[in-house]
């Protein structure tokens, strides 16, 4: 495993998201990556932090809203802690909340009906959707999030901001997807984040997009112009077909 790859996973493994498989290949590369290493051990320390914090019971308003979002059929009247912090400790406490909350929800869909690749899909959805950082490269203009990707993965991904369409490119972010590193473009529609991962076929020939819906979001799957498309977001599932309609065109348009 190279150093890159493992650092794409530091967070997953910190998170217990990655397989068994992946977390023993990921322990055994530490061993050779001092980056990595340093990386886990402050993101260990970071959460030890927020262990640290003093907590206060949350207004009913916001534990109504954060039971919303988790889409919590049955919700319990339990006290939310919360941090009591001081402004320069806030962000590092919201921060630390979110990405166990993608870890939480992650988990709730692992081992229901479905394929491996959809689970690792929607995780990484919650990281876009929840995350403080949705991108890495944050930008509308192609030229600057394509080159962005060199020396990131071992492919060119074709990016095309789509706002004519109704969804403007927010930037592109690298993931992890069945111990691979791929590129993830994220697009914005009206509130909603659409998360785009492709990569290239090994299936010659196009195929059309099908459009799914699991635990709420919006999947689709379909091959265009040799790369594998896979999109996921919390839309209606028209939405969710023109957007990967604008895709094609946009990629057919710029050939």
Request: aromatic fraction near 6%; charged fraction near 25%.
């Amino acid at each position: 495993m190279d150093c890159p790859t493992c650092e794409a996973m530091v967070e997953s493994y910190l998170d217990g998201e990655l397989p068994a498989g992946e977390s023993a290949r990921f322990e055994a590369a530490l061993a050779e990556c001092p980056e990595c290493r340093a990386k886990l051990e402050r993101l260990q320390t970071q959460r030890a932090l927020i262990r640290d914090l003093p907590t206060a019971r949350a207004p009913d308003l916001l534990r109504a809203r954060i039971e919303r979002e988790l889409r919590v059929d049955t919700p319990v009247p339990v006290p939310v802690p919360v941090p009591r912090v001081w402004p320069r400790r806030m962000a590092l406490a919201a921060s630390l909340l979110l990405a166990v909350g993608v870890g939480w929800m992650g988990g709730r869909f692992i081992g229901r009906e479905g394929s491996r690749e959809t689970d690792e899909l929607i995780a990484g959805y919650l990281r876009v959707g929840l995350g403080d950082r949705p991108v890495e490269v944050a930008s509308s203009d192609q030229h600057t999030v394509k080159p962005w990707f060199a020396g990131r993965i071992d492919y060119a991904p074709p990016v095309y901001d789509l706002t004519a369409s109704g969804f403007p490119l927010l930037g592109g972010r690298v993931d992890v997807l069945g111990g691979r590193r791929i590129a993830v473009l994220v697009y914005r529609r009206n509130q909603h984040r659409v998360a785009l991962s492709l990569w290239p076929a090994s299936t010659p020939g196009d195929a059309a997009p099908q459009i799914g819906e699991r635990d709420g979001f919006a999947i689709a799957r379909w091959r265009h112009a040799g790369f594998e498309m896979r999109a996921v977001a919390d839309l209606a599932p028209k939405d969710m077909s023109l957007f990967a309609s604008a895709v094609d065109q946009a990629i057919d348009g710029g050939r």
